[in-house]
T-cell receptor
Framework: ETGVTQTPRHLVMGMTNKKSLKCEQHLGHNAMYWYKQSAKKPLELMFVYNFKEQTENNSVPSRFSPECPNSSHLFLHLHTLQPEDSALYLC????????????????FGPGTRLTVT | QKEVEQNSGPLSVPEGAIASLNCTYSDRGSQSFFWYRQYSGKSPELIMSIYSNGDKEDGRFTAQLNKASQYVSLLIRDSQPSDSATYLCAVLMFSGGYNKLIFGAGTRLAVHP
């Protein structure tokens, strides 16, 4: 496996279900991100993890619960979602060297297309 | 004021023409800028990064940066129908001890034969 992988690629779940999205990066990066992309809306940054520590939570509802057990893996646990949560969920990773940097690149996984019924 | 602004388009150009995509940003201290391409239903793909004023060329793509005017642009020469996608401008922000990208809403490019 190379780059950033995400599973599952497609997920349909009812509002009472509990499911988890998984992301794995094979780039040796130290930072991982969850984004939400709804139809015709810009990318929304949800969570940021640096060295496994959560450094940003962008006012995301508690029905989304992230977990970062190590710097290569990131999960997004989902429970009691709403239909408006249907979107493309993207994971990304980067090597964050701290401070203003000119050597930063962020790579995305293929995404999980989530449909809440 | 949005932090990163792009015209949503669609920008329609004929095959073989130059497509010009523009982006403005609000943080005068920003140092690093990126262009991503996103095909419909796919994830964003990094195609260019630029850090210094001026032009940076990579194949048919040229990124241009003007920090004094706070704008970044992407030129695509000899546009092909396969270039039809949404192009996202992103600016690197350092805040709270870590870096993150601020994305624009994207410009949809349509290249017609």
């Amino acid at each position: 496996e190379t780059g950033v992988t995400q599973t599952p690629r497609h997920l349909v779940m009812g509002m009472t279900n509990k499911k988890s999205l998984k992301c794995e990066q094979h780039l040796g990066h130290n930072a991982m991100y969850w984004y939400k992309q709804s139809a015709k809306k810009p990318l929304e940054l949800m969570f940021v993890y640096n060295f496994k520590e959560q450094t940003e939570n962008n006012s995301v509802p508690s029905r989304f619960s992230p977990e970062c057990p190590n710097s290569s893996h990131l999960f997004l646990h989902l429970h009691t979602l709403q239909p408006e949560d249907s979107a493309l969920y993207l994971c990304a990773s980067s090597q964050d060297r701290g401070g203003l940097t000119r050597n930063y690149e962020q790579y995305f996984g293929p995404g999980t297309r989530l449909t809440v019924t | 004021q949005k932090e990163v602004e792009q015209n949503s388009g669609p920008l329609s150009v004929p095959e073989g023409a130059i497509a010009s995509l523009n982006c403005t940003y609000s943080d005068r201290g920003s140092q690093s800028f990126f262009w991503y391409r996103q095909y419909s239903g796919k994830s964003p793909e990094l195609i260019m990064s630029i850090y210094s004023n001026g032009d940076k060329e990579d194949g048919r793509f040229t990124a241009q940066l003007n920090k004094a005017s706070q704008y970044v642009s992407l030129l695509i020469r000899d546009s092909q129908p396969s270039d039809s996608a949404t192009y996202l401008c992103a600016v690197l922000m350092f805040s709270g001890g870590y870096n993150k990208l601020i994305f624009g809403a994207g410009t949809r490019l349509a290249v017609h034969p």
